[in-house]
């Protein structure tokens, strides 16, 4: 939780990913409802909501190939972007 307070006055960016099974549009409501759960939890750490925001990509940005399990895991993630 010390990292989460480092934040400061910093904005940043908490985006969701998901895997590519199931249809898209509810992976994309699927990954907003995790960062907003992520945003949450900063939030209870003592981060200022006015410094969050959220996004959710859904499956259109995966890091590792969906055809195997360990892919899948790894494409369903938070990331933080700074600004």
């Known amino acids: 939780m010390v990292a989460i307070k480092r934040v400061g006055d910093q904005q940043v960016q908490v985006i969701g990913h998901t895997d590519d099974v199931g ?7 699927l990954s907003l409802q995790r960062a907003i759960a992520v945003k949450a939890y900063m939030e209870r750490a003592g981060v200022a909501a006015d ?9 259109d940005r995966p890091v590792a190939d969906n055809a195997t399990a360990e892919g899948r895991a790894r ?9």
């Open 23 to 29: 249809g898209r549009d509810a992976n994309v409501a």
């Open 75 to 83: 494409n369903r993630r938070i990331e933080f972007r700074v600004l």
């Open 51 to 59: 410094n969050l925001g959220v996004q959710g990509f859904g499956p």
